[in-house]
């Protein structure tokens, strides 16, 4: 078994959609970023490659190639549970939570974790979410930015 931790940060703007854990978020901003801006599932990922001792997701995906310009973050967590797979490793369980001030997605938790689960061909008894405020303190306590943490475990496979 390997232990993977995994953390991401994005601007938040204006009028920008927000997608949180491959669900849209009703909310007035959305992340800054050249995929969609999913800070949570881009934080699995990391913590996913990690475990695996595959770098990062800016070495598979970099946010200076075009072809992910735009592109639903869900691809790429597919890819990265690809990559694991191609490596001999099978997914334990995922632990995430976000730290945003606005919007309260308390509601979208459940639907997260399903199409999560679903993505990553895991049960969602093995994908955790949750979300948190920082008491108003820093950038995501502004609303500036929006930021997430992932921590998982792998099994390599026989």
């Known amino acids: 078994m390997r232990i993977g931790i995994g953390y991401d940060v994005h601007a938040l703007d204006d009028g920008l ?51 992910w310009k735009g592109i639903d973050s869900k691809i790429l967590l597919q890819k990265t549970v690809a990559l694991l797979s191609q490596n001999g490793y099978s997914i334990g369980n995922v632990d995430s939570v976000i730290m945003l001030q606005q919007p309260k997605i308390k509601d979208y938790i459940p639907q997260m974790q399903t199409i999560l689960a679903q993505t990553m061909g895991i049960a969602v008894a093995q994908m955790s979410v949750k979300a948190t405020t920082t008491e108003r303190l820093g950038f995501v306590g502004r609303e500036e930015g929006i930021a997430a943490q992932a921590v998982c475990t792998i099994v390599k496979e026989n």
């Open 17 to 67: 959609p927000l997608w949180l854990g491959g669900v849209k978020v009703v909310h007035s901003k959305g992340c800054v970023a050249h995929s969609d801006g999913d800070v949570l599932i881009h934080a699995i990922c990391d913590a996913l490659l990690g475990a695996a001792c595959l770098r990062d997701i800016g070495v598979h995906f970099a946010d200076t190639d075009p072809q």
